[in-house]
């Protein structure tokens, strides 16, 4: 079998740079796969992970941003990136602006406000 | 224009095996929108990761989906073996792809099963189930479970699979390729079944990687993509090729995974032919994980995607499951889109949806 052993990047970016590397990597071919979040000392690292299925190549997109900050939505470019969007706002608390179909707060049926995001006795 | 009126789909429905709700907007008998909701069986699994250590994440893993529970935790002992960058023994490696296989073909006949059901083929549902179950019985054998069986863990597998007992998976194989041929026939040529499933629910290559679809879903609109090509596991000593058909309608969804039943096959026959006699089946783990890794592997469904993060504690900092029904979503709602009523509940079926596994 012809196996293919990709280059599994990650580029650590800024926020304002989120909108403009999508849409490079959107026109370069690359699909989008997936977004997640971790919150990690107290920021949120925001991981938009795209393949190429050509040769199977990853390139994921990381921001950290502190949890209040303000980040772009990347649906206008990527549509597929909807459910993505309100998780991470959801369980996280992200801060993401004008996602095409904001659920708010409803893709998940859950009673505690952002699980994975700052615990109350975290909070500045 | 037609009289726009709102139906609610789900989440209880008859062809639904799961929970998803579907707000269809509709002039007449055409859908016009389609408003997916989820959210009624999340479970949470992934915040277990704040109280479980990374082997006991195995477990968690495996529990995300009762059919493709296998595939989960190999996917999550793939991702952290390499932030630990150790390698398998081959033998495990085979194993697990003989496992993985066998759970390809319990998940292929169970749709199999329920879109014959969809389409009110009630004999043609217990066929594919009568074959499932012969599946299930080589699980059974083989790792003891039927459908969570916890074979896999950080660094290998917990069991081996005797001479006798490959010989007796190579024997059922034999007797369900030959009963797969007799419905593969029905599925591919009734007229019932092609009146139900040709042209209908027609995506383009175009629309699939817009909308971020995978697996069959994929495969059958021509998306050539199959995580296998990796060469996880022991694919990479495996001849494989992705199963591609362009017509992107729901009779290439069905086409795809039943093809995809014989090439399992294939695939077991052939690993079970060229599994090493060697011992080991595991190698030691020491320490904790340390670093980050993105791990995709080609589930029944479609590509699952594992997110592992760690900092040299017991305790992962985030363990991210990526379902292939999360990323299919999207393509079903543009599908049901310009979709009769009537068909809607079909067209749900076509994408294989695992709600569970989705919200884990």
């Not at chain 1, 900050?69 to 459910?83: D, H």
């Not at chain 2, 579907?22 to 699994?45: C, M, N, Q, T």
């Not at chain 2, 290998?156 to 026939?185: F, H, M, Q, Y």
Request: hydrophobic fraction near 40%; include cysteine.
């Amino acid at each position: 079998m012809d196996v293919k052993i990709p280059d599994n990047e990650l580029e650590v970016i800024t926020v304002s740079d989120l909108l403009k590397r999508v849409l490079e990597l959107k026109k370069s071919g690359f699909r989008f796969s997936q977004a997640n979040a971790a919150l990690i000392d107290g920021k949120l690292e925001l991981s938009y992970s795209f393949s190429d299925y050509e040769n199977y190549a990853l390139h994921t997109l990381r921001i950290v941003a502190d949890t209040g900050e303000e980040i772009p939505s990347i649906t206008q470019i990527i549509p597929a990136a909807v459910f993505y969007e309100n998780e991470m706002k959801e369980l996280f608390g992200a801060r993401i602006m004008l996602i095409d179909t904001d659920l708010n707060d409803r893709l998940y049926r859950i009673r505690q406000k952002t699980p994975f995001g700052k615990k109350e006795t975290e909070a500045e | 224009m037609g009289k726009r009126s709102v139906i609610p789909f789900g989440p209880q429905h008859p062809v639904l095996p799961e929970p998803i709700h579907i707000d269809l907007v509709v002039e007449d008998e055409k859908v016009v929108e389609a408003i997916p909701s989820i959210g009624f069986v999340h479970r949470g699994l992934e915040s277990l990761a704040e109280k479980k250590d990374f082997n006991q994440m195995v477990y968690v893993a495996e529990r995300t989906c009762g059919i493709c529970s296998f595939q989960h935790g190999m996917g999550y002992c793939e991702s952290v073996e390499h932030i630990f960058g150790v390698e398998v023994p081959r033998r495990a490696r085979f194993l697990r792809t003989i496992w993985a296989e066998l759970s390809r073909m319990h998940s292929h006949l169970l749709w199999l099963g329920l879109l014959a059901d969809g389409f009110g083929y009630e004999n043609l549902f217990y066929q594919c189930w009568r074959i499932r179950e012969k599946i299930l019985d080589l699980h059974e054998l083989t790792a003891g479970g039927r459908l969570i069986f916890s074979v896999n863990k950080v660094g290998g597998v917990t069991k081996d699979i005797e001479k006798e007992k490959l010989e007796e998976i190579l024997r059922t194989l034999d007797e369900a390729d030959d009963e797969l041929r007799v419905i593969r026939s029905v599925f591919f040529e009734d007229r019932t079944v092609l009146s139900r499933l040709k042209g209908v629910g027609v995506l383009s290559k175009e629309q699939i990687n817009e909308l971020g679809a995978v697996g069959p879903f994929a495969r059958a609109s021509g998306v050539r993509v199959d995580m296998r090509m990796l060469g996880y596991a022991a694919y990479n000593e495996l001849s494989f090729i992705p199963i591609v058909s362009n017509d992107g309608d729901c009779y290439a969804r069905c086409f795809i995974r039943m093809m995809e039943l014989f090439q399992s096959i294939k695939l077991i026959r052939e690993a079970i032919g060229k599994i090493p006699e060697e011992k080991e089946i595991e190698v030691p783990v020491k320490g904790n994980p340390d670093g980050e890794y993105f791990m995709r592997v080609e589930q029944p469904r479609g590509e699952a995607f594992y997110y592992v993060k760690a900092s040299g504690k017991p305790l992962l900092d985030r363990m991210r499951i990526r379902t292939p029904t999360f990323a299919n979503i999207p393509a079903l709602c543009e599908m049901l889109k310009s979709s009769e009523i009537a068909d809607v509940g079909l067209l749900v079926l076509t994408i294989d949806p695992c709600i569970s596994c989705t919200e884990r």
